[in-house]
């Protein structure tokens, strides 16, 4: 007894394999077995044969895929794939290689989720055909994560034509020691120029450079607390350094080793110089306090080595671009000036004393 609401329905079979029911054969509701190929058809009520079952597990598609429509339902687009190794989700999966299982999606240039053993990959209109990664779009801009044993890994490739070859440029890495490498794939801080802005390296180091072959400052973790400035010309020059010689001390210090110099020579006319200076007392226009000192560019009349920059200087924008001044220059200068005074006044006080004998 039928269901109420239901009609009866003839099942047919035919054991020629690849035999696939026309809508001529079924009439709405019917239902059609290939025993060869062990696959169930039925006809919708639209007059399509739908495949609804397979011993192989197929429905939709082909032998080799699985597919289904935006409603969700078995069909012969390609809004979802499984071709048995890959999944695609509104794309044809491409040809991966190399053993990695991958799920690609589009749009968003078919973006990409593919791992093999320990690797994972996330990245856009890419993928590996076990020899090499391929474009698989052209004028997309390519980006690459890789995480594979215990290393972080960004990439980045410029647009290409679509089955090329990709060249990937290292742009960051976290490796497994938790170092950050920005713009480099070495973690020595010293001999490697740096391209692109701060590296992170081992027991504590830092390095932080505009540009490969410009000047820098690195943070030396393996000689106690200390910061080296290098100037560039042809390789690195340790121009200076900040350090803490104590616990309670800090040090800051140029370069002045005897065996970096020439020509050396006593200073003299320093008291002359001195008494050119005009210290000064003034008041911040930011905030009103008080200062002393001295102004830059009157400085750098008597003393140019002690000023930085360039009077009435601006920048791009107008904005004022203001000198500086590092009165340690001067030490050298009111060194020899007081030595100066002091021989004069001891050449006085003998001429004092003779007079006073007399």
């Not at 002091?342 to 003998?350: F, H, R, V």
Request: with cysteine.
């Amino acid at each position: 007894m039928a269901q109420t609401g239901y009609t009866p329905i003839s099942i047919y079979y035919s054991a020629t394999a690849t035999n696939t029911p026309t809508a001529g054969n079924l009439v709405a509701g019917e239902l059609a077995i290939n025993t060869a190929d062990g696959k169930l058809f039925y006809k919708d009520s639209s007059g399509v044969v739908q495949t609804i079952a397979s011993k192989n597990g197929v429905a939709g598609g082909s032998n080799t895929q699985v597919q289904y429509n935006s409603s969700g339902s078995l069909a012969g687009s390609s809004n979802f794939v499984f071709d048995g190794t890959n999944v695609g989700i509104g794309a044809t999966p491409s040809a991966w290689g190399g053993g990695y299982k991958a799920i690609q999606l589009y749009p968003s240039a078919s973006a990409y989720l593919a791992g093999y053993g320990n690797d994972c990959e996330l990245g856009t209109s890419a993928y590996f055909d076990g020899t090499n990664w391929k474009y698989q779009y052209s004028g997309v801009t390519i980006t690459r994560y890789s995480q594979a044993s215990g290393i972080h890994t960004w990439y980045t490739a410029p647009s290409g034509t679509a089955g090329n070859n990709i060249t990937f440029t290292q742009a960051m890495m976290i490796d497994a020691s938790g170092n950050v490498l920005v713009g480099t794939t070495s973690t020595n801080p010293i001999t490697v120029p740096v391209v692109g802005n701060v590296f992170l390296g081992t027991s504590g180091g830092m390095r932080i450079s505009q540009s490969s072959g410009a000047s820098y400052f690195a943070v030396n973790g393996t000689t106690g607390t200390q910061i080296n400035f290098y100037t560039y010309s042809g390789g690195p020059s340790l121009a200076g350094y900040i350090n803490c010689p104590t616990s309670t001390t800090t040090a800051y210090v140029s370069v002045s080793d005897y065996r970096l110099k020439e020509n050396i020579k006593p200073m003299i006319g320093a008291l002359e110089k001195v008494a050119l200076l005009k210290p000064c007392t003034y008041s911040w226009k930011h905030d009103g306090s008080d200062g002393q000192g001295f102004i830059a560019h009157e400085l750098s009349e008597i003393c140019s080595d002690a000023v930085v920059g360039k009077k009435d200087e601006v920048n791009e924008d107008g904005s004022i671009k203001p000198q500086g001044i590092d009165t340690s220059f001067l030490v050298a200068t009111l060194t020899a000036a007081i030595q100066e005074q002091q021989a004069l006044i001891e050449s006085l006080t003998t001429r004092l004393t003779v007079l006073e004998a007399k």
